[in-house]
């Protein structure tokens, strides 16, 4: 794992927003501006629930990260340009993997990533220029990845 991919906080708030399916989540990280709260958007018009939307508080749980909302945001979510729209929340849901929208991938077939949360590695994807980006990392959350 190279330095640039290990997230380093000291803290337990990051800037990421964070959805679920099922019994898992995504946590989405990026810059301001980088799509984050768009990306979750697409998600959950796809039937992911909302966990929290631009600033995530995580933990540990035996070996499990976990994300919650912080009080003061949860529920909701910025739609730029239209203003915060109000959403039912998933709270404490373990993360199952990280998406990094300010890398963009450049492989057809990446190779296995891999980036630290809290001293837990965690797998890592990289932002795809592509509509199918949303319904590709759904389905990685409903079946995983081969190889």
């Known amino acids: 794992m190279s330095p640039a991919t290990a997230i380093r906080t000291t803290g337990e708030v990051l800037h990421a927003s964070c959805v679920a399916f099922g019994p898992a989540a995504i946590l989405i990280l990026g810059p301001s501006g980088s799509g984050k709260s768009a990306l979750a958007l697409q998600l959950m018009a796809l039937g992911c629930d909302l966990v929290s939307d631009d600033r995530t508080e995580v933990s540990i749980d035996g070996e499990a990260v976990m994300a919650r909302a912080p009080a003061a945001i949860r ?73």
């Open 75 to 147: 529920g909701m979510i910025e739609a730029r340009g239209i203003g915060l729209l109000a959403a039912d929340v998933r709270d404490r849901v373990p993360v199952r993997f990280v998406v990094d929208l300010s890398q963009t991938e450049t492989e057809r077939l990446p190779p296995p990533r891999q980036t630290n949360v809290l001293g837990r590695e965690m797998p890592l994807i990289h932002r795809v220029e592509s509509a199918y980006f949303p319904a590709a990392i759904l389905q990685y959350l409903k079946g995983g990845r081969s190889a």
